[in-house]
């Protein structure tokens, strides 16, 4: 049996660029002089955004071919699961990390940038954190690990994700609607409690909004969105009807155009650092994302992005989601520093960004061909329901 999702694979890629564009604008905000920076504040949740997408399609994903798995077999492998999403992660995880946490402060205080620790006993720290995928731990409670290595928080989070997810699905398994019920009220009760501690401790807002955003409890409404939209494919002859509503052209139209409206300007509404913020954007984001994931597998609609660039670009997303910090940051030092490129709408705010797609997408594409497919390869032996590498 193999599976494959129409337009996933470009959905991904968008995931992914998110949180490219957000970064871009950070580095030309850290930046020794100002730069143009127009789309600044359509970009300032952008790459959480981004996550948020990453997170609902990993929901999606997983929880689907775990639901077929279980048909097909009547049951769950866990050992063959865990192979797999370790052959899928752990490889290009523990490469980049080790690469960047040992080598990049060398090389970047030879650039004269200071962005990353030094002294030994922070790397040795940084390289614990990172083998036990605790790195979103680190940055929440330790402090360290304050540079590009901060992106491989959301890997953790997903792999922390996938320790628990396949035991729970196992287990409630025949109560599936109930679990997903479930999972959106811990949300709200994980919030809740987060909240009133963070109050009580007096240990402050910003304590509260930094465990929000990097710690898994704060986001299992994100993941159980993606387990809703799986169990509602997966049967799609039960929820016909339900499908069949949201399929109609006009409404389709709508969600893409409120989803785009909420990408680009949710912080207008919920401010960050706001209580409405803390409450409302991982739900509401959950929820657009995974209406237009369920809209965009069926055979009707109205997005095609089946096209051979973004299945590409969806295909090495993983990379292009890693690579693309110490890239930014070497495009726009390229850029101010070797060209010496003066200050300008065009220079800044559309070649800056669209260089920083390409050399990242190129350094992804080559990792995926040269690095991570022999690793795909092996993983596919495991496989119980058959995805394309």
Known sequence: MKIYFKNLDGLRFFAAFFVLLHHAQFFKEIN????????????LQMGKMGVN?????????????????????????????YIRRALRIWPLYFAYGLILI???????????????????KE???????LLFFAVNFQLTFFGYNKSIVEIIWSVCVEEQFYLIWPLILKKFFNHLEKLIC????????????????????????????????LMLPNKVELFAAGMAVAHIHFNKEKYAVLIAFLQKKYLQYIL?????????????????????????????????????????VQDKSVVNLEYPIFRTLGKISFGIYLFHPPLCRLVIMFMTKVLKIPNSFFAYDILYPILATVVTSLLAYASYELF?????VLKNRFAIIKTRI
């Not at 009580?200 to 929000?212: A, E, N, R, S, V």
């Not at 409120?258 to 706001?274: E, M």
Request: net charge positive.
């Open 32 to 43: 020794s002089y100002p730069l143009s920076s127009v789309f600044s504040v359509y970009l």
């Open 53 to 81: 997408l990453f997170f609902v399609l990993s929901g999606f994903l997983i929880s689907y071919l775990l639901f077929a798995e279980r048909k097909q077999t009547n049951t769950i492998n866990l050992k063959k699961f």
């Open 123 to 129: 790397i040795l720290t940084d390289v614990a954190f």
């Open 182 to 213: 479930w999972l959106f009220v811990f949300g709200v009760i994980s919030k809740v409690l987060l909240h009133i501690i963070t109050w009580y401790f007096k240990l402050g807002q910003d304590f509260m909004m930094l465990f929000d955003y």
């Open 372 to 376: 991570e497919k022999r690793f795909l």
């Open 256 to 296: 893409i155009v409120i989803t785009a409206f909420f990408i680009l300007t949710n912080n207008f509404y919920l401010p960050v650092n706001g209580l409405r913020y803390y409450y409302f954007t991982d739900y509401v984001s959950a929820i657009l994302f995974a209406m237009v994931i369920l809209n965009i």
């Open 102 to 120: 040992c080598g990049t402060p060398l090389f970047f205080k030879m650039l004269g940038i200071n962005i990353a620790p030094i002294n030994t």
